[in-house]
């Protein structure tokens, strides 16, 4: 692959070709723990031959991230492996990022939660800006903040990226909104990333799928995303969930969606808007015979009737779309269906519902579908109530 490169910092400062001469698999990621004075972790070795592994949570630290990352460098099974919340930091995320150069196989990684911190995020940003990797799917949300960008300028191989969940502000949200070209580009003093302007200069081609829920990036951040979708032709998914942007910030994002041909889903939801929010963005669609635009959620945004009709007549035009809105002013909510109190339930197992005080092992639900049951196997204590609620008719078969 064009950028790819041995690393004259490898895992170790001896020659890994002699620490390690003849040693694969299970047995190379054994000896690797012995030399990093780490707990193997079963789970690992046992699902090496297999395309997925799941360590998230495992406590692994630094040290026994290293240890994978070794038995990694040249595993041609897993595709897809999980890391999120083990405490790696910024040596772990380095040790990552040199496997990954090596790796042929490895295409989607989460290493969330990890606190990676400017040295992590900068080994991760090189790996991106390089070309040298096979990923095309990175989850990084939480554990960066706004002195710790990613950007990546001219990648094509990341089809999906996961920033949510790190705060990176308003600040930094006057720049999120180049990414989508630039993918993720690593920024010392506070600035964060700018990543939407592919096409144009070198610009990221694949990214596909962008994730920046709870960001925080505000009407700032919206308005750079705007001006970012009128010139991507990429981006086909954009998650700005929880992110403080109200009314103004999203007529600023759809001077964007007023030009865009390609975004199909748009998530919104959970931001300060109400329905003048909500009609700008369906009116964006309106107005552009190109939109691509197949979801909006805006599912916490109470409506009117006049929005209602606009979205009527919209969706005769555009009957692809789908607009995820919460309740309608002036309509009444509809009653949720009512399920059976348990106490009442409970009551029917008493001894004198059940005929001769048999059957206090045995709950049932009002239904008009009922089925026998075998009394060995749920009847254990004639004075006991269980918490199973069975569908039954009690028969003298069963008594």
């Not at 552009?288 to 945004?301: K, Q």
Request: net charge negative; charged share 20%; hydrophobic share 40%.
């Amino acid at each position: 692959m064009e950028g790819k490169h041995h690393s004259s910092i490898y895992f170790f400062s001896v020659d890994p070709g002699r620490a390690f001469a003849g040693v694969t698999g299970a047995e190379l990621y054994l000896e690797a723990c012995r030399l990093m004075e780490v707990v193997p972790v079963s789970h690992f070795t046992q699902n090496l031959a297999k395309p997925y592994i799941n360590l998230n949570h495992h406590g692994l630290g630094p040290k026994g991230v290293k240890a994978i990352a070794i038995a990694l460098v040249s595993n041609a099974t897993v595709t897809h492996l999980e890391l999120e919340d083990n405490g790696i930091l910024a040596e772990g995320a380095i040790y990552m990022a040199e496997m990954l150069r090596e790796n042929c196989s490895l295409q989607e990684l989460n290493i969330s939660n990890n606190h990676l911190g400017t040295e992590g995020a900068e080994a991760i940003a090189s790996l991106l800006l390089d070309n040298a990797s096979y990923l095309y799917a990175l989850q990084l949300s939480g554990g960066l903040h706004c002195t710790q960008v990613i950007a990546v300028e001219g990648n094509y191989q990341v089809k999906k990226l996961d920033l949510s969940h790190n705060e990176f502000s308003e600040k930094g949200g006057q720049l999120l909104g180049q990414m989508l070209g630039n993918l993720i580009h690593y920024s010392p003093r506070g600035r964060i990333a700018s990543m939407l302007t592919g096409g144009h200069d070198g610009g990221n081609g694949a990214l596909k799928i962008l994730n920046l829920s709870w960001n925080s990036i505000g009407n700032e951040g919206a308005q750079a995303l705007g001006e970012a979708l009128k010139v991507n032709s990429t981006l086909v998914h954009l998650d700005i969930s929880n992110n403080q942007i109200n009314n103004e910030g999203a007529k600023k994002l759809c001077r964007g969606l007023e030009v865009n041909g390609k975004l199909e889903v748009l998530k919104m939801a959970n931001n300060p808007l109400t329905v003048e929010g909500a009609t700008a963005l369906v009116t964006s669609v309106r107005k552009n015979p190109n939109s691509m635009m197949e979801e909006i959620n805006i599912s916490n945004v109470l409506v009117n009737e006049n929005f209602i009709k606009l979205l009527d007549f919209v969706c005769q035009i555009r009957p692809e779309l789908d607009v995820i809105y919460g309740e309608v002013e002036g309509r009444i909510s509809k009653i949720p269906k009512q399920h059976p109190s348990p106490m009442k339930l409970i009551q029917y197992t008493s001894p004198k519902h059940l005929e001769g005080g048999r059957l206090e092992g045995v709950s049932f639900l009002p239904s008009g579908k009922f089925s026998q049951i075998p009394s060995e196997k749920y009847i254990r204590n004639h004075y006991c109530v269980f918490i199973y609620l069975i569908p039954c008719r009690l028969t003298k078969q069963i008594l």
